[in-house]
């Protein structure tokens, strides 16, 4: 199980913080800053796996992370995930960000971050990892954007009519 | 894809001056969001923004409270309320608004409540319970994105006490014709399955419809409820392995949609899925892991080198084929590919390497031997992690040869990591190591590890020294060396030293200091004193100090020294110090009274006092006792008791009562929450509760170590029965000891303790030992013989076998606590079970051999393979004793056959137990010889051919489950023949523990009240009208043996009894067409056990 997912940037800037299983707010912004300690003082060219530290459980957990640029992206799972399974759903879900957003930056993720936990929601239900499909998560939330959309057009149409009238 | 987000650094600028960028639609420069945001990203200080967030979170709290602000800019705000919140400032005043959009606004605005209640609020926040309504409404809702909505806020946390209410809506989405709906419904049951798996029982084969959902979809959901349920029980799913295996090897054929390719491999996260699935239905399971053999193979060959994911699903290839029943072509590949990983430049791959040879290396540690250069690099790598993992392999593979090199590597690594979790974890390796392999890195792993490490570490160390080993002159070199060593240590720069060390120090001087001749008490006591006058010498270090200076003052030229400390220090603020002074000034003084107390004594080896026995009840303070009692004073009360004398005094009393257990089992628990230390008095108790006396003995280990530095001799053999009991399971996890029949059991117990152990590698690299027995191997060594150690070359797999040992009765109770422990601790069992091992274990063995009935017998067993079963029964049955062949006895069911050896078992109640009869029968020509069987040792020197065995074993619940297995192994050997062994197990309801307990209305009154476990369920009700509730009650009295004590209009009492007299008490009210159940034990689990099978019961009916 995923117990926790955690965006943050190149100088520990929570992105996007969406923890499964109940930390207390204070010990949230702990294991955030501890998880950032420990890697960010990594190299690119080493592995991708961490052991967990001590504050989110233990030996039996793992930090699993990929950097991109500005961002690091952080899984933190207990031994039922595969680890390389889980670096290939960070690709997705990366991947799946660039195509919602069309060439994701960092500045999406801080202006749409509902927009990105309502991506994430497709990829991660309740730390179950739900699809791994690029398409289908893009095609779950299109059909949300879709929604979006007529409804915001239904509200501009008085306006509208207004106008013309 | 790596550089996807580069350009952001160059975008913001422009972003932040400017309009928003034209890909984002909404976006705006204007938005609330967008200010604060800009505002945040201009600031400086940590302070700075702690003002403006603080400034933010007023203005939204003013427009979320303003009755005018609508729905649309309530979305809008709670955004910026979740932006608040990630940033770590709390927004609790906007959670009751978050409800309320979920409630009430349109479809857009409903998914932000949603969002923010659930990155809000946790599964046990009160407010939580505002939102079922809105859950329920979304789930019946039309529009599909509503549903979808509401199970993922299930799913992501819903109050354990309302699952019930939604249960049937998101039960009936399984079947909704979309399939991510369903697919959503099926990982909601499963978060359902994981708060309270009682709640789903009953659609278990709804997840099988699951699994066999048309939608691959549907099915990869479904199996994170399998993979966790087979985790949990094994033995329950054996019948699905065909299914997933066939399924597997779809997947890998290619059967699937070209949809589900990614980096065109066929599903390869359903893949990783279903190969751990294989692994944990194949483990200890040579028919199953018989059907996985080809598809495995397979899916090796397929996965060629090619993508990352591909390694994933090759990694876990290799896990499944190493966990279950080994085939050798199978496991060549595998080991191939290990090699694969670990050679890989790729270094994610070298990490999955080390951890798959970590894994194998117990089984075949020529793997290990293989890989040894590339170890050896991967020790010198330049990330840490793999260095990590390198010295963990090592760590498997210490032996006395290379020990040596090893625990240099570790210290080495220690210098330089500075992650306080891997520091603690590795010391304890180091100490273990050190410990296991006496050696002088000892005061290394103090200096470096310092005051991180777990405060027993340096306590066992003390021990090693003070006990010794076998020879007086080693222990007279050893410590000859620490004091050597010690004393250049202080002579050098004391100051740098962690406090732990010091203390060790301290001790190690006052004791030993005098075997070195040349060395001058004055020096080592000048070094002392040096100690005492530094700053950071903490007070509790300072104590051990002061004691160390009263051992070592014998009058003469030290006395000036420690007048002058006494005298500083007897003025001191801290009591205990005081005391230690005041102890130092009379004892330096009165050397009689210094030599009565502090005796040392050469010839006993133990340097410390004997004949001072501690005298634990305090008996020469009597006198003063009973005079005070005389002048008036309140009696002692222990402090448990004043504290509930406390609670009950006070009118809210939180803490249960504990008055309906038996008194000295609660005070004990209570004592051991609140003062670990006093564990001393309590391990006296030990058998009296599992737990407990589990417990007390492992703490009394540690103990011990500090009470023999006053050398209580006269505790001895006592502390070696505690002993003994905690450490019984170490050898199951080992190996099945006694296969080859030793004449003498004790030998052999102690031998198999050492097993792994032992100096010669390839035993040594068969396992990671428990840190436990070492020490027993120190003490015990004279009493194993060589002889014994050679009978210690294992079979392969061995770790697999469970097998408790009873050999030594007369310490039956302790064992049969720890036997109980054992079998709870094994990792597949969701199925807990203990076995008491009657004390007299009945031994029938061969009880008929001279009756001539058996060649009859013989007749009917060859014949059973065309005519099973029944016949069999009977005849089986004809072996029990006399007095259990009138019992009414179970099915008797096969548990397994090996070759000519088949083994049954059935089970029979009584009155006050249940009696577990398990049959060995052997169709053979040939004697067996060495029988060893199950869940004790009970073994039978002969087993002439076709004759039946038959051992019974009374069973009862520690800890209440469903259902309660037992495993055991029946280990034997054919004349000429390698010993053999295989493992069964055999389930029960929890139901058959389960007897009426006959008490009045006003004894249940008094019980229900006094006790803590409860749970409540509605059931529903058999028949209807007036009638219902007696007709309900009579079918559970009939099914679960429930005793009826009263029926009182529409409300019923009952109660009963686990075995062993532990009551659970039901009550009963017809309620609304259904009937509300309320149980109540002192029992943790029973009520929840309980109604899971009343709940069974009257489906069943």
Known sequence: MIKAILIFNNHGKPRLIRFYQYFAEDMQQQIIRETFHLVSKRDDNVCNFLEGGSLIGGSDYKLIYRHYATLYFVFCVDSSESELGILDLIQVFVETLDKCFENVCELDLIFHMDKVHYILQEVVMGGMVLETNMNEIVAQVEVQNRMEKSEVSVQCQPVAELISG | ?1101
């Open chain 2, 1 to 1101: 894809m790596s550089d996807v987000v580069e350009k952001t650094l160059t975008a913001l600028p422009s972003l932040l001056s400017l309009d928003p960028q034209p890909g984002s639609a909404k976006l705006s420069s204007t938005s609330k969001l967008g200010n604060l945001i800009r505002g945040i990203t201009e600031l400086t200080s940590k302070h700075e923004e702690e003002k403006l967030i603080q400034h933010e979170l007023a203005s939204i709290k003013d427009q979320v409270s303003s009755p005018n602000t609508s729905m649309r800019q309530m979305k809008e705000l709670m955004v910026r309320a979740i932006y608040c919140e990630s940033l770590g400032y709390e927004a609790s005043f906007t959670y009751i608004h978050a409800i309320k959009l979920a409630q009430q606004g349109t479809a857009l605005e409903k998914r932000v409540g949603y969002l923010a209640v659930s990155l809000f609020l946790n599964e046990s926040h009160e407010l939580l319970l505002l939102l079922v309504n809105t859950v329920l409404k979304d789930l019946q809702s039309t529009n599909l994105i509503e549903v979808c909505m509401a199970l993922t806020v299930v799913s992501q946390m819903f109050p354990k006490d309302m699952i019930p209410a939604i249960l049937p809506l998101v039960e009936e989405k399984l079947n909704h014709p979309k399939e991510i709906i369903r697919r959503k419904a099926v990982l909601a049951l499963y978060k359902f399955y994981l708060i309270a798996p009682n709640q789903v029982q009953h659609i278990h084969n709804k997840f099988r419809k699951a699994l066999c959902d048309k939608d691959p979809g549907v099915m990869t959901a479904s199996l994170h409820i399998y993979l966790q349920m087979i985790q949990e029980n094994p033995e329950g799913y054996k019948d699905l392995t065909a299914s997933f295996v066939t399924i597997l090897k779809q997947v890998v054929g290619g059967k699937l949609p070209m949809d589900f390719n990614y980096h065109s491999v066929p599903a390869p996260w359903l893949q990783i899925q279903l190969l751990r699935i294989l692994a944990l239905l194949g483990k200890n399971d040579q028919s199953a892991s018989a059907v996985m053999y080809e598809v495995l193979d397979e899916s090796l060959r397929r996965a060629e080198m090619n993508h990352n994911i591909t390694y994933a699903i090759l990694y876990e290839c290799v896990k499944c084929i190493y966990t279950i029943h080994p085939k050798s072509d199978l496991l060549e590949k595998a080991a191939k590919c290990i090699g694969n990983f670990v050679l890989s430049p790729k270094i994610n791959l070298k990490y999955l390497g080390l951890k798959a040879l970590t894994y194998v290396v117990q089984q075949d540690p020529r793997l290990a031997l293989q890989h040894q250069m590339t170890i050896i690099e991967c020790l010198d790598h330049s990330d840490l992690i793999i260095k990590r993992e390198t010295l963990e392999l090592l760590f498997r593979i210490t032996n006395a040869q290379n020990v040596v090199v090893i625990v240099e590597k570790m210290l080495e690594f220690l210098r330089v990591n500075t992650d306080d979790y891997t520091t603690i974890d590795l010391v304890g390796k180091v100490a273990e190591l050190a410990e296991k392999y006496p050696s002088d890195t000892m005061s290394t792993v103090f200096s470096v590890g310092g005051d991180m490490m777990q405060p027993d570490i340096p306590n066992s160390f003390l021990k090693l020294l003070s006990e010794g080993f076998d020879s007086v002159e080693e222990d007279r070199k050893l410590r000859l060396f620490a004091v050597d060593s010690y004393i250049t240590l202080l002579q050098k720069e004391p100051g740098k030293l962690p406090q732990r060390f010091l203390q060790v120090i301290s001790w190690v001087l006052g004791e030993y200091s005098h075997l070195k001749d040349e060395l001058e008490p004055t020096v080592v006591l000048k070094l002392l004193a040096k100690l005492l006058d530094m700053k950071h010498t903490s007070s509790e270090t300072k104590s051990w100090i002061l004691m160390a200076m009263t051992k070592l003052c014998e009058g003469g030229a030290e006395v000036s020294v420690v007048r002058e400390v006494s005298e500083t220090y007897s003025s001191s603020m801290d009591t205990v110090l005081r005391q230690r002074a005041h102890e130092l000034q009379y004892l330096s003084q009165d050397s009689e009274l210094r030599a009565k107390v502090l005796l040392r004594d050469n010839a006993v080896q133990t340097c410390c006092v004997a004949g001072s026995q501690v005298d634990s009840s305090l008996s020469f303070l009597d006198g003063f006792v009973s005079e005070a009692l005389a002048a008036g004073a309140a009696p002692y009360k222990p402090p448990h008791q004043r504290q509930e004398e406390l609670a009950q005094a006070k009118a809210l009393s939180l803490e249960p009562y504990g008055l309906s257990l038996p008194m000295s089992m609660s005070s004990c628990s209570i004592t051991d929450r609140q003062s670990p230390t006093l564990l001393s008095m309590s391990s006296g108790l030990s058998g009296d509760s599992a737990e407990i006396s589990h417990k007390g003995g492992s703490t009394s280990l540690k103990l011990d170590g500090v009470k023999r530095v006053w050398g209580r001799e006269g505790y001895l053999p006592q502390r070696a029965a505690v002993e003994e009991a905690a450490q019984v399971e170490v050898p199951c996890t080992l190996r099945s000891p006694s296969q080859q029949g030793d004449p003498d059991p004790e030998k052999q117990q102690l031998a198999s303790l050492f097993f792994g152990l032992s100096s010669q590698s390839s035993v040594c690299l068969m396992g990671k030992p428990e840190p436990t027995p070492h020490r027993f191997r120190r003490k015990a060594k004279g009493v194993t013989d060589p002889t014994s150690s050679s009978l210690i070359s294992t079979p392969s797999n061995v770790e697999k076998l469970l097998c408790n040992n009873l050999l030594d009765s007369n310490i039956a109770s302790e064992l049969a606590v720890s036997s109980a422990k054992q079998i709870t601790e094994l990792p597949q069992g969701l199925k807990t079970a203990s076995c008491d091992v009657e004390a007299e274990l009945t031994d029938i063995a061969d009880i008929k051999q001279n009756n001539p009935s058996l060649i009859v017998d013989n007749g009917i067993v060859a014949a059973a393979d065309e005519d099973p079963d029944r016949p069999k029964d009977l005849c089986l049955i004809s072996h029990l004793p006399a007095e259990l062949s009138e019992l009414c006895h179970s099915e008797i069911t096969p548990l397994c056959t090996i070759q000519s050896l088949v083994l049954s078992a059935c089970h029979l109640q009584k009155e006050d137990s249940l009696v577990l009869a398990v049959f060995i029968s052997n169709s053979s020509d040939s004697a067996l010889q060495h029988i060893v069987s199950c869940v004790s040792d009970s073994p039978a020197e002969d087993f002439r051919g076709h004759s039946v065995v038959v051992y019974q074993y009374s069973l009862t619940v520690k800890r209440p489950s469903i259902h309660v297995s037992i495993e055991g192994t029946v280990s034997f050997q054919l004349p000429g023949e390698a010993p053999q062994a295989a493992q069964f197990s055999y389930k029960l309801p929890l139901t058959i523990f389960i007897r009426p307990l006959t008490v009045s209305t006003e004894e249940y009154g008094t019980m229900w009240l006094s006790f803590s476990h409860d749970t409540k369920q509605n059931l529903t009700l058999i028949g209807d009208g007036q009638e219902a509730l007696t007709a309900t009650l009579n079918v559970l009295k009939q099914k679960l043996q429930l005793h009826v004590v009263e029926i009182i209009g529409q409300e019923g009492i009952l109660s009963c009894r686990l075995l062993q007299d532990q009551p659970c008490l039901m009550h009963c009210r017809v309620h609304a067409g259904t009937l509300a159940v309320w149980l109540r034990s002192p029992v943790p689990d029973l009520p929840d056990c309980l109604i899971y099978h009343c709940q069974r019961a009257l489906q069943e009916y």
